[in-house]
């Protein structure tokens, strides 16, 4: 593989659209309450948060792979792994990783700087608060991602949701509204689904590891409940940015986008093998890209008509 094909998979740069979408919803919600939007703050605030993204995914891999999680997933027969495999399989060493790891979180900082002095430091300080959080998902002293008592679910719809849609607002108006706060609920929410569905795959090696996660210490009947919660309240969030005035009526077809996944429920059981939680997984990710393009959708749709 070439330089740039190596850094896409090591930063499992195929995700990224979970954190790029937020940030679009942000702008657009800007647009169409405001009219405000200034299409290069936009580019820069999208390039802060991807790699901002990026480097939550490589540090995430750096320290599941220091606290040994990654080799307790690899030699259970019953997991399977999710990690990017350039530190586990030796692709690349570990400075070379750390190297690239940090210069990612330099990007996302210096964007961050930047934003700051041009909008307000708010930018800035809801920028480094997802960072915060970015680092000590799996980091020491803090670890929300190792601690089992939803801390890191918190952290995620903090990070893939409210932080980057209303940072996105902000930067492009400079002042926040409640409406911001609302439109973040959906996106975050599946995004949070996204990553608590992932934990199902190496549950039982994250458990031999130490890492408590909510699957490890609810078990798999009462983590499979919670996760269609989570389905639930991503639908009611959808209504009430409607009922508030954050969406347009027609943002209720963002709904349509979640009967797949909660098809996908119904093949399950109250225990299950690794494998059988591969379609949650990829039902969760496309409900997410497709709710969030519906959303995007229907506020452009929504910004149009006003302009007639």
Same mark, same amino acid.
């Given at each position: 593989?070439?330089? *740039?094909?190596?850094?896409?998979?090591?930063?499992? @740069?195929?995700?990224?659209?979970? $954190?790029?979408?937020?940030?679009?919803?942000?702008?657009?919600?800007? =647009?169409?309450?405001?009219?405000?939007?200034?299409?290069?703050?936009?580019?820069?605030?999208?390039?802060?948060?991807?790699?901002?993204?990026?480097?939550?995914? $490589?540090?995430?891999?750096? *320290?599941? =792979?220091?606290?040994?999680?990654?080799?307790?997933?690899?030699?259970?027969?019953? !997991?399977?792994?999710?990690?990017?495999?350039?530190?586990?399989?030796?692709? *690349?060493? $570990?400075?070379?990783?750390?190297?690239?790891?940090?210069?990612?979180?330099?990007?996302?900082?210096?964007?961050?700087?930047?934003?700051?002095? +041009?909008?307000?430091?708010?930018?800035? +300080? &809801?920028?480094?608060?997802?960072?915060?959080? !970015?680092?000590? =998902?799996?980091?020491?002293?803090?670890?929300?991602?190792?601690?089992?008592?939803?801390?890191?679910?918190?952290?995620?719809?903090?990070?893939?949701?409210?932080?980057?849609? @209303?940072?996105?607002?902000?930067?492009?108006?400079?002042?926040?509204?409640?409406?911001?706060?609302?439109?973040?609920?959906?996106?975050?929410?599946?995004?949070?689904?996204?990553?608590?569905?992932?934990?199902?795959?190496? *549950?039982?090696?994250?458990?031999?590891?130490?890492?408590?996660?909510?699957? #490890?210490?609810?078990?798999?009947?009462?983590?499979?409940?919670?996760?269609? #919660?989570?389905? &639930?309240?991503?639908?009611?969030?959808?209504? !009430?940015?409607?009922?508030?005035?954050?969406?347009?009526?027609?943002?209720?077809?963002?709904?349509?986008?979640?009967?797949?996944?909660?098809?996908?429920?119904?093949?399950?059981?109250?225990?299950?093998?690794?494998? !059988?939680? &591969?379609?949650? @997984?990829?039902?969760? $990710?496309?409900?997410?890209?497709?709710?969030?393009?519906?959303?995007?959708?229907?506020?452009?749709?929504?910004? =149009?008509?006003?302009? @007639?």
């Amino acid at each position: 593989m070439n330089t *740039w094909s190596q850094f896409k998979k090591a930063s499992r @740069m195929q995700v990224i659209p979970v $954190m790029l979408i937020p940030v679009a919803l942000g702008a657009l919600g800007a =647009y169409v309450w405001t009219g405000e939007f200034h299409v290069w703050l936009f580019l820069l605030t999208l390039l802060g948060a991807g790699a901002a993204h990026l480097f939550s995914n $490589m540090v995430n891999d750096l *320290w599941d =792979y220091k606290n040994g999680t990654d080799e307790e997933a690899a030699n259970n027969v019953d !997991a399977i792994s999710t990690n990017s495999g350039f530190l586990t399989q030796g692709k *690349w060493s $570990m400075r070379k990783f750390e190297f690239v790891t940090w210069l990612l979180f330099g990007i996302a900082a210096l964007c961050g700087i930047v934003l700051g002095f +041009i909008s307000g430091w708010w930018a800035f +300080i &809801l920028g480094a608060l997802g960072g915060l959080i !970015a680092y000590f =998902y799996v980091a020491p002293p803090l670890q929300f991602g190792y601690r089992g008592k939803g801390y890191s679910e918190i952290a995620i719809l903090l990070s893939f949701g409210i932080l980057p849609v @209303m940072g996105a607002y902000y930067v492009q108006t400079s002042h926040m509204d409640v409406r911001a706060l609302l439109l973040s609920l959906p996106i975050g929410l599946l995004t949070t689904l996204i990553l608590f569905n992932h934990h199902f795959l190496h *549950w039982q090696a994250d458990r031999q590891a130490g890492k408590k996660t909510l699957v #490890v210490v609810w078990g798999e009947k009462r983590a499979l409940i919670f996760s269609r #919660v989570l389905l &639930l309240l991503s639908c009611l969030s959808i209504i !009430a940015c409607v009922a508030a005035g954050a969406l347009p009526i027609y943002g209720l077809a963002a709904l349509l986008t979640m009967i797949p996944l909660y098809l996908v429920y119904g093949r399950l059981q109250d225990q299950n093998r690794s494998e !059988a939680y &591969l379609p949650l @997984m990829g039902a969760s $990710m496309k409900a997410t890209m497709t709710c969030g393009s519906v959303l995007m959708l229907s506020l452009i749709v929504q910004a =149009y008509l006003q302009t @007639m």
